[in-house]
Nanobody
């Protein structure tokens, strides 16, 4: 089993920045991909970014150039640096991990535009 705990969400004005963290614990020795997804009110959950254990990243087009994903394997933590935030970035952000073809999800952290 894998437990994921997100943190770092909050209120932010348009143009501001936030860094989200996702700490993994449990049987994490074979986690391959870690990702961020988000779900805005009334919308489906959507992909934001992913990073493999080797550091290969993929960023959704809607946030490319503004968001970056990184990973600290020693701390079992993945980060999402969000810059130049827009009102449409308001959502609950979820961390996900894939291990042995199983998906694990955190409970999410809220990011809200305060403009």
């Amino acid at each position: 089993q894998v437990q994921l705990v997100e943190s770092g969400g909050g209120l932010v004005q348009a143009g501001g920045s936030l860094r989200l963290s996702c700490a993994a614990s449990g049987s994490i020795f074979s986690i391959n991909t870690m990702s961020w997804y988000r779900q805005a009110p009334g919308k489906q959950r959507e992909f934001v970014a992913t990073i493999t254990s080797g550091g290969t990243t993929n960023i959704a087009g809607s946030v490319k150039g503004r968001f970056t994903i990184s990973r600290d394997n020693a701390k079992n933590t993945v980060y999402l640096q969000m810059n130049s935030l827009k009102p449409e970035d308001t959502a609950v952000y979820y961390c996900a991990a894939v291990m042995n073809a199983n998906w694990y999800w955190g409970k999410g952290t809220q990011v809200t535009d305060s403009s």
